[in-house]
């Protein structure tokens, strides 16, 4: 079974004040690695997808990486706008369905 | 267009009362997906199509029937609802599982 645990639960930043955000998972075979931006109230806004270790992508202050068994979310001097949910996901060979993590909230204070 | 589009945005209903919730995305995707999403809880997976076809159907109880007319839209028939279905209801969409996926904005239900 899949498995998908984010840390912190919780984060507060000053604005410009960069941080990571931790996504680490337990799969059978990564088919893909997901992360979405939720607003309050809000359906999630989707982000990355990450395929393989090693890989990186980015948008704007957004920076995702990938290792065998851990995915990060850099955010590079935050905007008080980067408040948000984050939240992971994993699609396996098992299930191609996503399973999510719990998310990370972040607010990021000016 | 790359924008997946909900209706209503609101609904408020009695447990004896008939409604559906209405979604349509205009990408191109050939997987559509129903979630329902609890305050402070990630989304938690309703039903899945593919091509049209019903995939995926994760032990939702009987009140909730989904529909895929055709390859845009998506429908989720509510019938019989308890206070306890009260959530955010969000329609998705990717080119196929397991893809990214392009959510809606959500029907936030309230079931008296």
Request: charged fraction near 20%; charge should be neutral.
């Amino acid at each position: 079974e899949d498995q998908v645990t984010q840390s912190p639960e919780a984060l507060r930043l000053q604005e410009g004040e960069s941080s990571s955000l931790n996504c680490s998972y337990t799969v059978s075979g990564l088919r893909g690695l997901f992360w979405y931006r939720q607003d309050p109230g809000k359906g999630p806004e989707f982000l990355f997808t990450l395929y393989s270790a090693g890989e990186e992508k980015e948008k704007e202050r957004l920076k995702a990486t990938l290792t065998k068994k851990v995915s990060f979310l850099h955010i590079t001097a935050p905007k008080p706008e980067d408040s948000a949910t984050y939240l992971c996901a994993v699609a396996s060979g098992g299930s191609y369905i996503p399973t999510f993590g719990r998310g990370t909230s972040l607010i990021v204070h000016p | 267009d790359t924008e997946v589009t909900q209706t209503p945005k609101h609904l408020v209903m009695g447990m004896t009362n008939k409604k559906s919730l209405k979604c349509e995305q205009h990408m191109g995707h050939r997987a559509m997906y129903w979630y329902k999403q609890k305050a402070k809880k990630p989304p938690e997976l309703m039903f899945v199509y593919s091509y049209e076809k019903l995939s995926i159907n994760e032990s939702v109880p009987s009140r909730f029937s989904p529909e895929c007319p055709n390859s845009s839209l998506l429908n989720l028939h509510l019938h019989a609802l308890q206070p306890e279905d009260s959530a955010l209801y969000l329609c998705a969409s990717s080119q196929a599982p397991p893809e990214g996926q392009f959510f809606g904005p959500g029907t936030r239900l309230t079931v008296l």
